[in-house]
């Protein structure tokens, strides 16, 4: 699986980006995905995870309710719908995929992702 994340940018706190995480192949509605973060001089976290079939979703704490993960299978595309930024969200943004037998698993560690995209920057200015 290739991944391509995109739709990163430099926007005003308190706005609004979406990114889309493009996949090739045929089977990716066998494959969970998830979206991480790094920022600068910081480990790169979890922020959402979307089941296969979209079942089943999470997010980290510090995304929660302002951060929506949706998929679209026919598209083979994942999407984070970020509003209400902060400038602590500036980050590089990494979609990353693993393949999944259930649409009851999902994942949240880093090490469960076998795939990862190239990643999109955002900046969030004050």
């Known amino acids: 699986v290739q991944l391509q994340a995109s739709g990163g940018g430099l926007v005003q706190a308190g706005g609004s980006l979406r990114l889309s995480c493009a996949a090739s192949?045929?089977?990716?509605?066998?494959?969970?995905m998830g979206w991480f973060r790094q920022a600068p001089g910081k480990e790169r976290e979890f922020v959402a995870v979307i089941s296969r079939s979209g079942g089943n979703i999470d997010y980290a704490d510090s995304v929660k309710g302002r951060f929506t993960i949706s998929r679209d299978n026919a598209k083979n595309t994942v999407y984070l719908q970020m509003n209400i930024l902060k400038p602590e969200d500036t980050a590089v943004y990494y979609c990353?995929?693993?393949?999944?037998?259930?649409?009851?698993?999902?994942?949240?560690?880093?090490?469960?992702?076998?795939?990862w995209g190239q990643g999109t920057l955002v900046t969030v200015s004050s």
């Open positions: 990353a995929a693993t393949h999944s037998y259930s649409d009851s698993f999902y994942y949240t560690r880093e090490s469960d992702y076998d795939y």
């Open positions: 192949g045929r089977t990716f509605s066998r494959y969970a």
